[in-house]
């Protein structure tokens, strides 16, 4: 077919023009999550805990942002092949049962965002403020640190600097960090829906060497809450 290269360039065309067209609509308009999205996710009730309407308000944005962006890309879990969604949605319910704080559940439904979606922090911070854009460029990896890293430090290179950034995170972006890390482990019962089985028994044993370089090397004062999810993270890599 000596058309099929011109056709997958349209395609492509057509694919990232549709994610900048959603994030000038976002910018301006905002997006229906239930237009957007139709997708089932956890009810904004669970989120009762907090009693301010402004604040429901203001996590139901953010969610409706994530997940609008996430699902643009099109990206599934590797292990349950669900939409991507589903992993910052329940980070952000065990960040609920954890703090008062709600804007640390909207920074869980929006710490992906800008690492893998073509959202920008400079969106993040004109549609949820300041704060909230400070603590997503904290659980925001730089994909040019991150290579040196592998290339000084090969197989570990990843874990160090995950290690190095975590011990020099605030509190609370470490305890959204420890969360999405216990959320990833929590996937290793589950069985891919596609692949060889050998690529996902060699990719769960690389995420777990990772995961306890990183618990033996964390630094600082750890609060109750840090230390709860590290034990949960512990078994689970057991």
């Known amino acids: 077919m000596p058309n099929s290269p011109n056709l997958l360039g349209i395609l492509m065309f057509i694919n990232r023009s549709f994610l900048l067209l959603l994030i000038v609509a976002h910018s301006l308009f905002g997006i229906s999550s239930r237009a957007s999205c139709p997708e089932s996710v956890t009810d904004l009730a669970s989120f009762a805990k907090y009693g301010d309407p402004q604040a429901l308000e203001e996590i139901g944005k953010a969610r409706a942002f994530a997940r609008t962006f996430h699902r643009a890309t099109g990206v599934k879990r590797k292990f349950d092949g669900t939409p991507y969604f589903t992993h910052p949605n329940r980070v952000a319910q065990t960040i609920k049962e954890l703090t008062g704080d709600h804007q640390l559940v909207m920074v869980a439904f929006l710490h992906d965002v800008v690492e893998d979606t073509p959202a920008t922090l400079a969106l993040i911070t004109k549609?949820?403020?300041?704060?909230?854009?400070?603590?997503?460029?904290?659980?925001?990896?730089?994909?040019?640190?991150?290579?040196?890293?592998?290339?000084?430090?090969?197989?570990?290179?990843?874990?160090?600097?995950?290690?190095?950034?975590?011990?020099?995170m605030s509190d609370q972006a470490l305890l959204i960090k420890l969360a999405d890390r216990l959320d990833n482990v929590s996937d290793f019962t589950i069985t891919p829906p596609v692949g060889p089985e050998l690529k996902h028994a060699k990719f769960v044993e690389k995420y777990r060497k990772e995961t306890r370089f990183i618990l033996d090397n964390l630094r600082g004062d750890l609060s109750d809450e840090h230390q709860y999810l590290i034990s949960l993270i512990a078994e689970k890599i057991l």
């Open 127 to 168: 549609s949820f403020g300041k704060r909230v854009s400070q603590f997503v460029a904290e659980l925001s990896s730089n994909p040019s640190v991150l290579a040196m890293y592998k290339e000084q430090f090969g197989s570990l290179g990843k874990a160090r600097y995950l290690t190095q950034k975590m011990n020099a």
